[in-house]
């Protein structure tokens, strides 16, 4: 019959390896939360159609690769005329009752990294806000010029318009850099003070993980313990 100190000894050894493995399990839990993707706001950096710029940021979801346009959460670009003193805003959907113009991605293969947006060929890039005098359009595609490559145009309420195209290279175009993580639960566009010299992302360091090294030093401990037993 097994001794009831030996009995008392193994069933608290039993127990402690139960909570090691639970502080484990819900760290590692807590950790893959934690990780999630966060909304990621882009400056849009994209050269000049003669008198023509595009300036402003998107806003995706933060996933990263291939993304369609269910990842765009939100976007504000202005297209500036300085012959035609001129321009328009374009807010996206996260802008509520002010948002006023519809984004159209054909092929769906805007890619995107930590710090960039990259449209590579045939894929097209279309922003447009109509219905009005002051209206404005911008296109993107990585084609020879004369296919519709980057155009930009925007009118002013007399209805006068400037619009100018520009041939871009076939290996693909820059949309956007300087890609800054956000809270994910804050997709407000607000000022974009990352620092033009550092592109990269600060990762922060998981509030989980002092609980998972808990865990980790309790499974050493008992396995200190065995050893000594046996010993």
Same mark, same amino acid.
């Given at each position: 019959?097994?001794?009831?100190? *030996?009995?008392?000894?193994?069933?608290?050894?039993?127990?402690?390896? *139960?909570?090691? #493995?639970?502080?484990?399990?819900?760290?590692?839990? !807590?950790?893959?939360?934690?990780?999630?993707?966060? !909304?990621?706001? +882009?400056?849009? =950096?994209?050269?000049?159609?003669?008198?023509?710029?595009?300036?402003?940021?998107?806003?995706? =979801?933060?996933?990263?690769?291939?993304?369609?346009?269910?990842?765009?959460?939100?976007?504000?670009?202005?297209?500036?005329?300085?012959?035609?003193?001129?321009? +328009?805003?374009? $807010?996206?959907?996260?802008?509520?009752?002010?948002?006023?113009?519809?984004?159209?991605?054909?092929?769906?293969?805007?890619?995107?990294? +930590?710090?960039?947006? $990259?449209?590579?060929?045939?894929?097209?890039?279309?922003? /447009? *806000?109509?219905?009005?005098?002051? #209206?404005?359009?911008?296109?993107?595609?990585?084609?020879?010029?004369?296919?519709?490559? /980057? +155009? $930009?145009?925007? #009118?002013?309420? !007399?209805?006068? #318009?400037?619009?100018?195209?520009? &041939?871009?290279?076939?290996?693909?175009? %820059?949309?956007?850099?300087?890609?800054?993580?956000?809270?994910?639960?804050?997709?407000? %566009? &607000?000022?974009?003070?990352? =620092? %033009?010299?550092?592109?990269?992302?600060?990762?922060?360091?998981?509030?989980?993980?002092?609980? $998972?090294?808990? &865990?980790?030093?309790?499974?050493?401990?008992?396995?200190?313990?065995?050893?000594?037993?046996? &010993?």
């Amino acid at each position: 019959m097994v001794a009831a100190p *030996a009995l008392l000894g193994g069933l608290r050894t039993l127990l402690a390896l *139960a909570v090691t #493995c639970v502080v484990l399990a819900v760290s590692v839990c !807590a950790m893959s939360s934690s990780s999630a993707t966060a !909304a990621t706001v +882009y400056t849009v =950096d994209l050269p000049p159609t003669g008198d023509l710029t595009l300036t402003g940021t998107i806003t995706t =979801d933060g996933n990263l690769g291939a993304l369609t346009l269910s990842n765009f959460l939100d976007w504000d670009l202005t297209v500036s005329s300085t012959s035609l003193s001129a321009s +328009y805003e374009f $807010f996206g959907p996260a802008h509520g009752p002010t948002s006023n113009s519809t984004l159209h991605l054909a092929q769906d293969n805007v890619v995107a990294t +930590y710090t960039t947006l $990259f449209l590579p060929y045939p894929g097209v890039f279309d922003l /447009e *806000a109509g219905g009005c005098n002051a #209206c404005g359009q911008a296109v993107v595609t990585p084609s020879p010029p004369g296919f519709n490559v /980057e +155009y $930009f145009r925007v #009118c002013n309420s !007399a209805g006068a #318009c400037d619009e100018v195209e520009i &041939g871009l290279s076939l290996s693909g175009v %820059q949309l956007a850099d300087a890609g800054v993580q956000t809270s994910s639960d804050n997709n407000d %566009q &607000g000022e974009n003070n990352n =620092d %033009q010299g550092n592109n990269l992302s600060q990762v922060p360091l998981p509030a989980t993980l002092p609980l $998972f090294a808990t &865990g980790l030093a309790g499974l050493g401990l008992l396995g200190w313990r065995r050893k000594k037993t046996a &010993g």
